[in-house]
């Protein structure tokens, strides 16, 4: 979580990042710090579906100003950009993590859920970042020659 919190803190740092972003971003440092602890104190509960539900909501929203992905693509498209892409990597890990914990101990589904959702949001963040930078994403291409 500390991992996620901080990659997300270097995304935070870049200049002129627009302001829904820089809100929902300092919002989720705050509920990874929450979540840290939680899964540090077994029968600990900080993360409800309401965080879940906040995290879609942003998903959402964030998601309507994107045109459909018709393609795959690289992490990049400017640094804040790049910089979410590698905080998104960071939360996956922390993701099979926290379902590696819940199998030796109890782990709330909400924080599982958390997660998942968070990564998603970090994708969708960061391609609003890198249109945001360079007025695109970088695609990949399958075929480079």
Same mark, same amino acid.
């Given at each position: 979580m500390d991992e996620c919190n901080?990659?997300?803190g270097v995304v935070l740092a870049v200049k002129d990042l627009p302001e829904p972003v820089r809100r929902c971003l300092v919002q989720v440092q705050h509920e990874l710090f929450d979540l840290g602890g939680e899964l540090c104190i077994p029968g600990h509960r900080a993360?409800?579906?309401?965080?879940?539900?906040?995290l879609e909501l942003a998903l959402d929203e964030f998601n309507e100003t994107l045109p459909?992905?018709? =393609?795959?693509?690289?992490p990049g498209g400017g640094t804040a950009a790049a910089a979410c892409?590698?905080?998104?990597?960071i939360c996956r890990r922390a993701e099979r993590r926290a379902w590696t914990l819940a199998g030796q101990q109890a782990v709330?589904? =909400?924080?599982?859920?958390?997660?998942?959702r968070l990564s998603d949001l970090l994708f969708v963040i960061a391609r609003v970042l890198a249109r945001h930078e360079t007025g695109s994403e970088v695609l990949w291409k399958h075929e480079r020659r």
């Open positions: 901080s990659a997300i993360i409800t579906a309401t965080h879940v539900g906040a459909p992905l018709k =393609e795959f693509i690289l892409h590698l905080a998104r990597a709330a589904p =909400e924080a599982l859920k958390y997660l998942n």
